[in-house]
């Protein structure tokens, strides 16, 4: 029996800054529909630019397929946002318009979806990640968590297949954790979370890979490379 199509195909990508250093230095990973998977590793590994190749945000070069439909890509121009939908680490580079409700509809509404439509979506949407009624208020003016689950409402928005999520519970206190948490859980689609919070990313994640100098170091289930002190050390990770 065939191995069934992974929703994320991944071979040999490479990706070079400009001033010629090495981000990704040949990356295979292949990630089936419906797992919740982190990424983990140190500072400058390479976690936020695979995400951003992955999220069609730059180009590189290998080979990608993202969706599990259509050719794999050697040049990742675009992606399709109800395929994949990418949360930033800092929600200000993700919340650009002059109310909540706007920066929400504004992926629906490239979408081409009726003004009815995006008008409900907007506020599902809310409602699901708690911030009913929060509309016509300022991102700017929000609190940290409130920012970031207003950015995660905008992807969601979208109705992505694929969540990925950048370092979600970077600079949250515990509650405002919790409640990205929450969210995570209940999303029905394949997770995809770059995180240094290995004990957050385990109450989520039941597979993590741990990328190091641009490539993959270890990929298993996340309770048994978590219970590899000398495999975390060796990467700079802890619980």
Request: net charge negative; with cysteine; charged share 20%.
């Amino acid at each position: 029996m065939s191995d069934p199509t992974p929703v994320i195909d991944v071979v040999d990508l490479r990706y070079c800054y400009h001033d010629g250093s090495e981000a990704l230095r040949g990356v295979n990973i292949r990630i089936e529909n419906g797992e919740k998977v982190c990424l983990a590793g140190p500072n400058g590994a390479g976690k936020s630019t695979l995400l951003l190749c992955l999220a069609g945000l730059l180009q590189a070069e290998g080979r990608v397929e993202i969706g599990g439909c259509g050719p794999p890509q050697t040049a990742l121009v675009s992606s399709d946002p109800s395929v994949f939908g990418l949360v930033f680490q800092y929600p200000d580079d993700q919340l650009f318009c002059p109310t909540v409700g706007e920066d929400i509809a504004f992926g629906p509404r490239n979408q081409r979806k009726s003004e009815e439509e995006v008008n409900r979506q907007v506020l599902q949407t809310l409602s699901a990640v708690g911030l009913s009624g929060f509309e016509l208020r300022c991102a700017h003016h929000l609190s940290g968590g409130e920012k970031k689950r207003a950015s995660l409402a905008a992807v969601l928005a979208c109705g992505p297949r694929i969540l990925a999520l950048d370092e979600p519970w970077a600079n949250l206190d515990a509650r405002a954790s919790r409640a990205i948490t929450a969210i995570m859980h209940d999303f029905k689609g394949t997770l995809l979370v770059a995180s240094h919070d290995l004990s957050r990313a385990a109450a989520v994640c039941a597979r993590l890979i741990i990328i190091d100098n641009g490539t993959v170091a270890a990929d298993g289930p996340m309770l048994d490379l978590l219970a590899d002190a000398s495999l975390l050390e060796a990467h700079g990770l802890e619980l």
